[in-house]
């Protein structure tokens, strides 16, 4: 389904020049924001494909414990087989209908059939499913005065984060919504709404709708080693309250040989540059047996 061709690393350097240039800004303004890509190469890789839940309160669904998740990442590491994700239909955020859809992707699992994600079969993932993306090959920043970029090494799937005061008025939905940003100290804060309900929360197909809202705060801990995402979710229209959860990244800037490998951490860092082109490329057959779906296209907006 991919394509490997090509080196991003004049792209990055170039973008780091932007960054620096941004910072500067920021520093002449008194502001002091965290700089999430201190050099070219430095990208993240996220801990787990499942988001933490938050210390207390209601937070993200989770895997059924019944039926224990060993990912194609812990495969590598241990040798144990793949099995696909089966959630935990318990969780007292789902609405009936978002339940009942969730509950209709366990059975498919469970019945042994193949069941690959948006991303497998080159769909658009949207905001918080490309949180729990980077986990074999890493997400990278570009930091400006105006905008931050953030870009998925799978399939060059890029979100923009514009610094602003406010959203567009009347904001039609897309893959990515449209997603304002400011710097509250260390933290990037960014504010999303406007997504196109056909994304899906979390590898569970766990459902949204229009309604959805987003607030993501961004920051390093541990010297700048780790990058840390606290989430806020709303959607009345999927979900029966707010909730939070947390997403990690620890920081990559070298490749390393897949000798010796003894944990999943070492495993997962690439075999390859800084940022390189991969790309999610058209096709008309069947993905492995699974029936395909038609290509993606925007959706008509509500007017």
Same mark, same amino acid.
């Given at each position: 389904? *991919?394509? /490997? !061709?090509?080196?991003?690393?004049? @792209? +990055? #350097? %170039? ?101 690959? *994600?948006? /991303? !497998?079969?080159?769909?658009?993932? @949207? +905001? #918080? %499913? ?174």
């Amino acid at each position: 389904m *991919s394509r /490997h !061709a090509g080196n991003f690393t004049g @792209g +990055v #350097l %170039a973008g780091a020049v932007y960054l620096a240039g941004g910072l500067s800004l920021a520093m002449a303004q008194g502001v002091s924001p965290p700089d999430f890509t201190p050099n070219p190469s430095a990208g993240w890789f996220a801990y787990s494909r499942t988001f933490i839940p938050p210390a207390s309160g209601p937070g993200p669904v989770q895997g059924d414990p019944a039926h224990p998740h060993v990912s194609n990442d812990e495969f590598r590491a241990t040798g144990k087989q793949p099995t696909a994700a089966v959630a935990d239909l318990n969780n007292p955020i789902l609405q009936p209908w978002a339940r009942d859809k969730v509950r209709e992707r366990n059975e498919l699992v469970l019945s042994g059939k193949q069941v690959f *994600s948006q /991303h !497998a079969t080159c769909w658009p993932i @949207g +905001v #918080l %499913a490309f949180l729990l993306e980077p986990m074999t090959r890493p997400m990278y920043f570009v930091q400006g005065p105006k905008e931050v970029v953030m870009i998925l090494t799978s399939f060059n799937e890029v979100r923009h984060v514009y610094l602003a005061d406010k959203h567009s008025e009347n904001v039609k939905p897309s893959w990515y919504g449209e997603s304002i940003g400011h710097y509250e100290g260390d933290t990037l804060v960014v504010d999303t709404i406007g997504l196109d309900d056909r994304t899906f929360v979390d590898g569970f197909e766990t459902p949204h709708t229009k309604q959805l809202h987003v607030l993501e705060r961004f920051h390093l801990t541990d010297g700048g080693e780790i990058l840390e995402v606290n989430v806020h979710v709303e959607d009345p229209g999927a979900f029966t309250m707010p909730w939070d959860a947390v997403q990690r990244y620890r920081r990559f800037e070298a490749v390393a040989s897949r000798k010796n490998v003894a944990n999943l951490t070492q495993l997962a860092t690439p075999e390859e540059g800084p940022l390189t082109e991969a790309i999610c490329a058209e096709n008309p057959n069947s993905f492995m047996g699974m029936p395909h779906k038609p290509l993606p296209q925007a959706a008509v907006p509500d007017f």
